[in-house]
C-alpha cells in the first residue's frame, strides 16, 4: 500500500507545516514525561487516532529531538497509525547528564535502550489497542532500533531502519578509534567534549547540511534556534566510545539470530555520518531483511526534495502494509 496523502509542499514548507500538519498533530497529541529505568525522566510526544490500524514508535537521531519528526508523524497518521515518539536522553526536553546543553553525554548505550523499552511498556502499548507494533528510526536512533529488536525481539513485527548508526563515522580507522575512545574513556575524561564539535552554530548553512531539501533545513533549524534545548551539537569522549561499542553488539552472529522482526534498512546516496559498509553487513546476518539504496539523498533521508520522499514513503508503506 502505498502512501495516500501528497506530501508538503516544499515550495511552500514553512506556511504548510504551520497553518496545517502542526495544527493537525496538536490536535491529536499528548505529551509529557515518564521516570525511566533509573528514574530520570524521558520526554515523549503521543499522536492518536480513531480506529488506528497500527502503532510506529520513532526513534530520532544524534543531537535530534521528537520535534524534528513531526513530518514524518503525519505521515504515518494520515496513513492510519498511531505515532508515538520520545527524546532520548541527553536530548531536547529529555534529561541530560551535568554541562553544557550542547554536548551530548551518555553512561552506556543500552540507556537509551532501557528508556526505549520504558517508554513503550508504560506510554505505547496502553494506548496501542493490542494493534501491531512497528518502529521507525533515523541513524542513532537506527543503532538503537537495531539493538532493540536484539535484546526484546517479541515487541516490533517491523523495524525500519534509516541510515542507522550500525558504525559510527569518526574520520578515522575502525580499529584506531575503538582502541583511542577506549583509553580516553578510561581516563575519566569520558565527560569531557570532543573538540570542536560541540558548539551549536546558529548560521548553520543548507549547503554543509545532511539535507537536501533547503526548506526542510531551515524549517527546523529556525526551531534550533529558537529553542535552547534543541542546540545539542556533538558528542562527549564518553559517547563516542559507547557508539563504537554498539557495532560488536549489533554484528554479533548470535545477537542477529534473535531478531524476528522483518527490517527495512534504507541507505543513502551520500553519507558522512555513519559507515554505509556496516549496514550492508548487518543486513546480510538478518533473516529477514531488506537494504533499499537512495539515490540523490544525504543521511538525512526524510529531509530531501519531495521526488525522492515520495519514493521513500511509498516504500515504507508498503513495508508495513
Not at 131 to 154: C, E, F, K, T, W
Not at 206 to 222: I, P
Not at 279 to 293: C, H, Y
Request: glycine fraction near 8%; include cysteine; aromatic fraction near 12%.
Amino acid at each position: 500500500m502505498k502512501n495516500i496523502i501528497s506530501l508538503v509542499d516544499e515550495k511552500d514548507y514553512a506556511a504548510v507545516m504551520q497553518g496545517e500538519v502542526e495544527p493537525y498533530l496538536a490536535g491529536i497529541r499528548t505529551e509529557g514525561y515518564f521516570s525511566s529505568y533509573d528514574g530520570k525522566n524521558i520526554h515523549y510526544e503521543a499522536h492518536t487516532i480513531d480506529n488506528a490500524k497500527g502503532n510506529v514508535v520513532i526513534v530520532h537521531g544524534f543531537t535530534e529531538f521528537a520535534e524534528k519528526f513531526r513530518e514524518m508523524a503525519y505521515y504515518f497518521v494520515k496513513n492510519g497509525y498511531n505515532a508515538f515518539a520520545l527524546d532520548n536522553r541527553g536530548h531536547g526536553h529529555s534529561y541530560r547528564m551535568h554541562g553544557s546543553t550542547e554536548t551530548v553525554r551518555l553512561n552506556k548505550f543500552s540507556d537509551y535502550v532501557e528508556d526505549l523499552d520504558v517508554f513503550v511498556k508504560k506510554i505505547v502499548k496502553p494506548q496501542a489497542d493490542n494493534l501491531p507494533m512497528y518502529i521507525y528510526s533515523h541513524s542513532m536512533g537506527g543503532g538503537i532500533a537495531a539493538r532493540y529488536i536484539q535484546v526484546h525481539n517479541d515487541v516490533f513485527k517491523k523495524a525500519i531502519l534509516s541510515s542507522p548508526m550500525i558504525c559510527a563515522q569518526t574520520g578515522a580507522p575502525v580499529p584506531l578509534a575503538k582502541t583511542t575512545l577506549a583509553v580516553v574513556s578510561s581516563l575519566g575524561l569520558k565527560n569531557i567534549s570532543v573538540p570542536g564539535m560541540c558548539k551549536f552554530n546558529p548560521d548553520a548553512t543548507y549547503e554543509n547540511s545532511s539535507d537536501t531539501c533547503k526548506e526542510r533545513f531551515e524549517y527546523f533549524m529556525s526551531k534550533r534556534r529558537s529553542n535552547a534545548v534543541y542546540r545539542t551539537a556533538g558528542p562527549s569522549f564518553g559517547w563516542v566510545n559507547e557508539a563504537l561499542k554498539l557495532t560488536d553488539h549489533l554484528l554479533d552472529d548470535n545477537n542477529c539470530k534473535n531478531v524476528t522482526a522483518k527490517v527495512l534498512i534504507f541507505q543513502p546516496e551520500r553519507d558522512n555520518k555513519v559507515i554505509s559498509s556496516y549496514q550492508n553487513t548487518f543486513a546480510g546476518k538478518l533473516s529477514d531483511a531488506q537494504l533499499v539504496f537512495v539515490p540523490g539523498s544525504k543521511h538525512e533521508i526524510f529531509g530531501t526534495t519531495n521526488d525522492v520522499l515520495k519514493g521513500y514513503l511509498d516504500s515504507i508503506f508498503e513495508f508495513l502494509g
